[in-house]
């Protein structure tokens, strides 16, 4: 009992006085934005990608959401309105998930094309280009602490 009392004043803590986000995408090619605390409708439909839409993810910050895609791209959506920010082209195949830097200026992706690429939110740019996996990267991640 304690120890779950501790854990919801750490979470109190950490959340403030923000209502927590959720982020949704579907084979339908859209994205919902919710707030599930206040509302079971979604705030807003984020629309742009053409294929099925394999994963989304805040950025540590909350500030960014990204998402990858079968259309072969990563698109870059505002984290508290979903609004379109950008799209990163640079894959030849479609891209399976994405990962985050520690610090949110950095965009990790994987794809059917063998290659990672890291994007960078800022200059909203590739910053390298990584191959040499013989075949298709379906897994991504960034180390938490940026080791």
Not at 43 to 61: A, E, K, Y
């Amino acid at each position: 009992e304690e120890a779950k009392k501790v854990s919801l004043e750490r979470y109190q803590e950490l959340k403030g006085t923000k209502t927590e986000r959720l982020v949704s995408g579907s084979d339908d090619f859209t994205m919902f934005l919710w707030e599930p605390e206040d509302s079971n409708k979604p705030i807003t439909r984020m629309t742009g990608h053409q294929q099925l839409i394999n994963q989304v993810q805040f950025s540590p910050n909350g500030l960014h959401i990204c998402s990858a895609s079968f259309d072969k791209s990563v698109k870059l959506w505002d984290g508290l309105t979903g609004k379109f920010i950008t799209s990163f082209f640079g894959h030849v195949g479609p891209v399976y998930q994405v990962s985050w830097s520690a610090d949110s200026r950095l965009v990790v992706s994987g794809s059917k094309d063998s290659t990672l690429k890291v994007w960078e939110v800022r200059t909203k740019k590739l910053k390298l280009d990584l191959p040499g996996h013989a075949d298709e990267v379906f897994s991504v991640d960034w180390s938490p602490d940026g080791w």
